[in-house]
């Protein structure tokens, strides 16, 4: 009998699928949030069996932080098993960790998440690495990327022009203290070729 049957036949309510679902969604989004209908079981099996998950994980180079207060788990791997970020959605991934902290420090968070329109994010990127916004078609396909790791979800407005996003308080994990320090580095970084990767 596996790890997971044995938890399954203790629990009576989980199937061992659902145990092994649960690690591997978290693995896929890196990212899972209690107030997620659709990751909210992944979540609970996780924390409430946290050590074995932690051992799991570990073994594919990766470690769990669980914030009990913003309800949220995330997966970050080491920096020797990660994929690289494209540069161009790292660029965009540390003006909204650095957007999040400013809002955090205004205390203009809701339910631990900040929210920012598209004037307020042009105007930023523009400040913080000396470089006009991308265009709306590769803005949208970063943002894309972002809502994958976890860190964004994207407002329905009804208007392109008003469009907010929300930057999730697992961007705090996902992208730590240290990546705030790069930013000074990408603001100088030269040319626009998407195809750099992040050290």
Same mark, same amino acid.
């Given at each position: 009998m596996s790890h997971w049957e044995r938890l399954a036949a203790q629990s009576q309510i989980y199937a061992e699928i659902d145990y092994q679902k649960a690690g591997y969604q978290l693995v896929?989004? #890196?990212? /899972?949030? &209690?107030? @997620?209908? +659709?990751?909210r079981i992944a979540y609970e099996l996780i924390v409430k069996h946290r050590k074995d998950? !932690?051992? %799991?994980?570990? #073994?594919?180079?990766?470690?769990?932080t669980h914030n009990p207060h913003m309800g949220y788990v995330v997966a970050t791997?080491?920096?020797?098993?990660? @994929?690289?970020? =494209? %540069?161009? !959605?790292? +660029? %965009?991934? /540390?003006?909204? +960790? =650095? /957007?999040y902290d400013d809002k955090m420090h205004a205390t203009e968070i809701l339910a631990g998440e900040a929210f920012v329109d598209m004037i307020e994010l $042009? =105007? &930023?990127?523009? !400040? *913080? *690495?000396?470089?006009?916004?991308?265009?709306?078609?590769? *803005?949208? $396909?970063?943002?894309?990327?972002?809502? =994958?790791?976890?860190?964004? +979800? %994207? $407002? @329905?407005t009804h208007d392109e022009q008003r469009l907010q996003v929300a930057i999730r308080p697992g961007i705090v994990d996902?992208?730590?203290?240290? &990546?705030? *320090?790069? /930013?000074?580095?990408? &603001?100088?970084?030269?040319?626009e070729e998407d195809t750099d990767e992040t050290a």
């Amino acid at each position: 009998m596996s790890h997971w049957e044995r938890l399954a036949a203790q629990s009576q309510i989980y199937a061992e699928i659902d145990y092994q679902k649960a690690g591997y969604q978290l693995v896929m989004e #890196q990212v /899972l949030y &209690a107030s @997620d209908r +659709r990751s909210r079981i992944a979540y609970e099996l996780i924390v409430k069996h946290r050590k074995d998950y !932690d051992n %799991l994980l570990a #073994q594919l180079g990766m470690t769990i932080t669980h914030n009990p207060h913003m309800g949220y788990v995330v997966a970050t791997p080491s920096q020797y098993v990660a @994929d690289k970020m =494209r %540069l161009s !959605d790292t +660029r %965009l991934a /540390l003006v909204l +960790r =650095r /957007l999040y902290d400013d809002k955090m420090h205004a205390t203009e968070i809701l339910a631990g998440e900040a929210f920012v329109d598209m004037i307020e994010l $042009e =105007r &930023a990127y523009k !400040d *913080l *690495l000396n470089r006009e916004l991308p265009t709306k078609a590769v *803005l949208e $396909e970063q943002l894309q990327a972002m809502k =994958r790791y976890g860190i964004v +979800r %994207l $407002e @329905d407005t009804h208007d392109e022009q008003r469009l907010q996003v929300a930057i999730r308080p697992g961007i705090v994990d996902v992208l730590g203290e240290m &990546a705030l *320090l790069q /930013l000074a580095a990408y &603001a100088n970084t030269p040319g626009e070729e998407d195809t750099d990767e992040t050290a």
